[in-house]
């Protein structure tokens, strides 16, 4: 919802969260961002309310046609949204994927396919462990939809805080990438490809996290009961990204 205040003479963003929504979180990773994020205005967290800057022209990143400039464009921005960490108030992306993983174990009759992926995606995430990478406060939902252009500036919108290592804060792009190609095969080549050649990992790593991100939110939906043909489509990306790990 938007709208426009006199006594603000701008216009705002009204968002409502939902129930889970930590509110707070957000209001204060848009204040740690502080240039490059659309600003909050006001906070209710007790009615889970945010009043947020409302960015112009707005369109997303999805407007730069070219998937290299794209690419480059998201890096870029990325680099500055990897923080250090001032406070372990956030969630862990362990703590996600654990609790999700957890879920499908023990519950495989409910979570079908996705559970027998599931033993995969974790053997991958304990590769990423094992590298002993140093862990920042990410974004944690750096798709394309939430990279809003702001006069001549990409800017962030919608962060949710999430202590992870700096590799994790590219799944929501490669996903965003491969979910809006009707070629996904070559979208998850050229992207990892792109990738690889611009952040300190190789294109290997950047599928299995990929996979593991796939996965770990499959395992959410199904816990929510969410509808099947969601699930589906990401079972099918899932599928072709751990077929492009297996060629890498």
Excluded at 185 to 191: D, S, V
Aim: a positive charge.
């Amino acid at each position: 919802m938007s709208g426009y205040s006199k006594k603000l003479e701008k216009e705002f963003v009204l968002k409502i969260c939902r129930p889970n929504y930590l509110v707070n979180n957000e209001c204060s990773m848009l204040k740690k961002y502080d240039k490059i994020a659309c600003k909050c205005i006001y906070i209710s967290e007790e009615d889970r309310i945010l009043l947020l800057e409302k960015l112009e022209p707005g369109y997303n990143i999805n407007q730069i046609k070219n998937r290299e400039e794209r690419i480059k464009c998201f890096v870029q921005l990325m680099k500055k949204t990897v923080i250090e960490i001032d406070d372990k108030k956030y969630i862990t992306y362990e703590e996600r994927i654990k609790k999700g993983f957890l879920s499908a174990t023990e519950n495989r009759q409910k979570y079908g396919e996705t559970a027998e992926l599931v033993p995969i995606a974790y053997e991958y995430y304990k590769e990423i462990q094992n590298l002993k990478l140093k862990k920042y406060l990410l974004h944690g939902d750096l798709g394309v939809g939430n990279i809003i252009k702001s006069g001549n500036i990409w800017k962030v919108i919608d962060p949710q805080g999430v202590i992870a290592e700096e590799i994790f804060e590219v799944i929501k792009f490669v996903r965003s990438e491969i979910e809006n190609d009707e070629n996904v095969t070559q979208a998850i080549a050229e992207t990892v490809e792109r990738l690889s050649k611009l952040i300190p990992y190789s294109k290997g790593v950047i599928a299995k996290v990929t996979f593991i991100e796939l996965i770990r939110v499959n395992c959410w939906r199904i816990g929510e009961n969410d509808i099947r043909e969601y699930v589906n489509k990401k079972l099918i990306l899932a599928k072709e990204v751990l077929k492009s790990i297996n060629s890498i």
